[in-house]
């Protein structure tokens, strides 16, 4: 009976880590992205306001959906970095209406693949290095008035990127 336990908890050990290094492979365990909006070093993500909630999972009002990404704080016109190296390609065209913060940037590479929503990127093809000028925040409040301004950053397989932006920090504010 003992070994028939032992291989219970062996079995159960194994299919927790298997399904952990699914979601969190070798490549992006221990690595994090660099600051993704000038004015918000630790990349705090966006609270609660009367819009909704900025992290992962949150509900969306009225929907029935859930937050497939995490909000970063951001002003509108801020500067836009790069998280991470690799291949830019858009636009991404997140809410197709043509509004004034319908745009953003999908990058890939790194071993990561996101996608960066209400901002204007310098250009939509190419290499970029992490860190360096990506775009500009767009005016978020002329869409959302009184909302609190951020970028909407999704993975492209719409895996939780939370533990990517900065450990050990504060990650949620109500601004």
């Excluded at 979601?23 to 993704?36: E, L, N």
């Excluded at 992290?55 to 959906?65: D, L, P, T």
């Excluded at 890939?108 to 925040?137: A, D, E, N």
Aim: glycine share 12%; aromatic share 8%; with cysteine.
């Amino acid at each position: 009976m003992p070994a028939l336990s032992l291989i219970a908890l062996l079995s159960l050990v194994s299919t927790v880590f298997t399904r952990q290094w699914e979601v969190h492979p070798p490549q992006q365990q221990g690595r994090h992205w660099a600051q993704i909006c000038s004015g918000n070093p630790f990349n705090k993500i966006r609270g609660c306001d009367r819009y909704g909630c900025g992290n992962y999972g949150a509900s969306r009002q009225g929907k029935g959906e859930k937050h497939k990404g995490v909000d970063v704080v951001c002003s509108d016109g801020s500067t836009v970095y790069a998280p991470f190296s690799g291949q830019l390609s858009g636009p991404i065209r997140f809410f197709h209406n043509g509004n004034a913060i319908d745009d953003g940037v999908q990058i890939t590479g790194s071993g990561y693949c996101v996608k960066l929503v209400c901002i204007h990127p310098i250009r939509y093809h190419g290499q970029i290095q992490k860190g360096q000028q990506l775009g500009r925040m767009l005016p978020m409040q002329k869409v959302f008035p009184g909302i609190v301004s951020h970028i909407h950053v999704e993975n492209c397989d719409q895996s939780d990127p939370t533990h990517l932006l900065k450990p050990g920090k504060k990650q949620t504010t109500n601004v």
